[in-house]
């Protein structure tokens, strides 16, 4: 079966909208809801992130969902719990983005092979080295069609970039700025940056994340490439409101 | 000076790849890939350059006051019975050995064209070595420390600040080095192009543990030298250094490490007892992961979330060890003991009595455990006194009131 990451962007190409929400945030329950709205209203794309304790790429909104999300209960086997049997109901690809650590205690050909049999299409983990990667874990990602989706900043080199994206599957996350999530630096100055990826030619489509957090914001990403991805302005959105679906559905209506 | 030796040949030292047997490597997000890889491909060329070797000799011996003496504690020996030597860090300047590293770093850092400098800091003598170079060279400091440690160890966030530096509370989490160390990684994101981290521990990716390691080898090349004035040979058959990210017993083994009849043994804070759910005794409590970039042995719980650990003492209070440590501890080179608060602070103050010595609370875990080691009498014992205790006296004389 052909991966539903690569589905999707058979069929589109433009203005691709990847949410992210922490798993098990703002309740222990609320994964399976908050991903239901989120297909309902619109979302190409649901970035699943697996809370841990250290996320060093983090800035404080998302650092506090999953340190919440932790306080709930949340931890990678009750996750996989809440995702058995998900894919009758919910059909848009789902990544899940975390941190290697607990995905290396879970085992990460177990880890995987779950993925798999739940219908977790892609994984992020940003702190997983290219060299790692390619020494140790490459053939399991393969051998279970899961995608391992890699990041570039601005300050990757083209060599570099172009490494990232043989290795990557499904798209190519870039950066926005060299910053943790939700720092808010100014885009504008980053347009050399997204032209120098659009004229590299990439295998991959390619979705900026860090900074987006409105209309304005998302369609200049938007621009230059095949769309974008909005974490920490969701998950503000989501701490703040009271019914989830009409959260995510006024959400999402602001940005397309 | 030997900070740039070759240990390619060595089973305990770093490989190519940045590893110590299956411990180490750079597990960093892409947006610090730059930065790693730079100071990968630079650390070694930096450090074997004779002018900054001279110039790194020149500020230890003028600045810091090197070599720190070895001392044959006489006392200490009589009561258990074997030649105690003490090596004496905690006369360099600032306190401890922290500051071994951060001259070396910021000659480093100058050299690759840095303008600001952030570090962490546990007990907040590397945070004071930090903002004493950046002072020295006229560098921004910012320095990141847990809000639990800021009270616990208020006369060195205080000498921070008169040195110029800008302390910022880690408010996340246990609020302790670990946090702060997170922190000072976040700001290194967001600062990826002219800010350079002094990382105090031979922890983190690599090459800081090695990088660390090898700034700290002052410590053990003056042993050898100082033992063999002293009593004819360079090799001892103990060398005693406490543990927490493990720089001062990295520094300490350094030069042992392939002298395989030198025992070394790291002591690790044992808090109010190993099992005691209040400890930071990596090893016993540990096992494999990634932390700070770095693949160690760490306290986590059964689902990788990274456990808050304890110790009396704030230098010690960190839930991972150095990969060279971790390495140590698996092929069984080194030995790993643990003491406890009180048995730090029995020890602290029976150097006191006996020498007229106040250690750092983290030096006293190191001296808690002469008491367990089976000593011949002729052993010759070296104990690294990391640091010296004034920054502890609080602690001290409200232990003592009780």
Redesign the interface.
């Known amino acids: 079966m052909q991966n539903r990451i690569d589905q999707l962007f058979a069929t589109k190409q433009n203005g691709v909208l990847n949410i992210y929400c922490t798993a098990g945030y703002p309740q222990l329950n609320d994964t399976l809801p908050v991903m239901t709205a989120l297909q309902q209203h619109g979302a190409d794309l649901i970035e699943l992130g697996v809370p841990f304790s250290d996320p060093l790429a983090d800035g404080p909104v998302i650092q506090d969902s999953g340190t919440q999300a932790l306080k709930n209960g949340m931890s990678l086997h009750k996750l996989f719990e809440q995702l058995d049997g998900f894919r009758e109901r919910i059909h848009v690809p789902v990544i899940l983005m975390g941190y290697f650590n607990p995905v290396l205690v879970y085992g990460v050909e177990a880890f995987v092979k779950k993925c798999a049999e739940v219908g977790v299409d892609g994984v992020i983990l940003p702190d997983l080295p290219k060299a790692e990667y390619e020494a140790e874990y490459k053939p399991i990602f393969e051998q279970y069609n899961v995608s391992l989706i890699f990041l570039v900043t601005p300050e990757t080199s083209d060599e570099r970039i172009r490494q990232l994206d043989s290795l990557s599957k499904g798209f190519l996350y870039a950066v926005s700025s060299s910053s943790t999530t939700g720092k808010d630096k100014d885009m504008s100055h980053q347009q050399a940056y997204f032209e120098r990826l659009q004229q590299l030619k990439l295998k991959n489509p390619v979705l900026i994340g860090f900074g987006i957090k409105d209309k304005a914001t998302f369609d200049t990403a938007c621009r230059y490439t095949n769309g974008a991805i909005i974490g920490t302005a969701f998950i503000k959105a989501l701490g703040e409101g009271r019914d989830i679906d009409a959260t995510v559905r006024n959400f999402i209506g602001s940005i397309k | 000076m030997d900070i740039a030796i070759d240990t390619s040949k060595s089973r305990y030292q770093v490989d190519k790849?940045g590893y110590y047997g299956r411990f180490g490597?750079?597990?960093?997000?892409?947006?610090l890939?730059?930065n790693v890889d730079e100071l990968q491909r630079r650390y070694m060329e930096v450090l074997s350059d004779p002018t900054f070797q001279q110039e790194f000799e020149a500020l230890l011996r003028d600045y810091v006051g090197r070599p720190s003496p070895l001392y044959f504690a006489k006392r200490l020996s009589e009561k258990y019975k074997a030649k105690i030597f003490l090596k004496r860090e905690d006369l360099n300047h600032t306190g401890a050995h922290k500051v071994n590293n951060t001259i070396g770093q910021i000659l480093l850092a100058k050299r690759l064209g840095k303008k600001r400098i952030i570090a962490e800091t546990g007990a907040g003598q590397h945070g004071v070595a930090t903002a004493t170079v950046c002072a020295l060279m006229g560098m921004e400091c910012v320095v990141y420390m847990g809000s639990i440690d800021i009270e616990r160890q208020a006369p060195n966030v205080s000498r921070m600040k008169m040195l110029g530096a800008t302390v910022v509370a880690a408010t996340?989490?246990s609020q302790t080095l670990?946090d702060a160390t997170?922190e000072a990684?976040?700001d290194w994101?967001?600062?990826?192009?002219d800010t350079h981290y002094i990382l105090g521990t031979a922890a983190g990716p690599h090459p800081y543990p090695d990088m660390v390691a090898r700034l700290q080898s002052v410590i053990s090349e003056e042993i050898r030298k100082q033992l063999l004035e002293k009593t004819g040979s360079e090799l001892p058959d103990y060398v005693v250094a406490c543990i927490g990210g493990g720089s001062n017993a990295a520094g300490a083994f350094f030069h042992y490490l392939d002298e395989e009849a030198v025992k070394l043994v790291a002591v690790e804070a044992g808090g109010k007892g190993v099992h005691s759910g209040h400890s930071a005794a990596t090893t016993q409590l540990g096992?494999?992961?990634?932390?700070?970039?770095a693949k160690t042995l760490l306290m986590?719980t059964?689902?990788?979330?990274?456990?808050e650990p304890y110790s009396i003492s704030a230098g010690l209070d960190y839930p991972g060890i150095g990969p060279l440590h971790a390495h140590l501890y698996e092929t069984g080179r080194a030995r790993f003991l643990d003491a406890t608060d009180d048995e730090a602070l029995a020890a602290a103050y029976e150097l006191c009595k006996l020498e007229g010595i106040i250690p750092a609370m983290e030096s006293a875990h190191a001296l808690a455990k002469l008491k367990d080691l089976p000593f011949n009498p002729d052993d010759v014992v070296v104990v690294c006194l990391s640091g010296r205790g004034d920054k502890d006296l609080n602690t001290y004389i409200r232990h003592m009131n009780k």
Not at chain 2, 302 to 307: C, F, N, P, V
């Open positions: 790849n490597g750079a597990y960093v997000p892409e947006m890939f730059p996340s989490g670990k997170n990684i976040r994101i967001n600062n990826p192009v096992k494999i992961g990634i932390i700070h970039a986590q059964e689902d990788g979330q990274i456990t």
